[in-house]
């Protein structure tokens, strides 16, 4: 199961699924060339929306910290 959010507050769900996985990537602990989990496997791991998972991947590709392609979303 993925790191808790907060449904209630300031900030959106897909915000903080995005923080998330940008400290992951910041870190090391996600390296280029990793695959992040599908829309499909975010909506289910966060318990939010396939709409609100998709804003997380664009969120993270308009960072510049990803990259998208027909065979998932990869670690820049």
């Known amino acids: 199961m993925g790191d808790v959010i907060q449904r209630e507050g300031p900030v959106a769900p897909w915000r903080q699924i995005a923080a998330i996985y940008r400290a992951q990537i910041e870190s090391g602990e996600l390296a280029p ?40 979303t990869y670690v820049k």
Do not use: F
């Open 33 to 72: 060339g990793d695959r992040l989990p599908s829309i499909a496997s975010l909506a289910q791991e966060y318990e939010v929306a396939r709409t609100t998972a998709q804003k997380v991947i664009e969120s993270l590709r308009d960072d510049d910290l990803v990259v998208t392609s027909p065979m998932g």
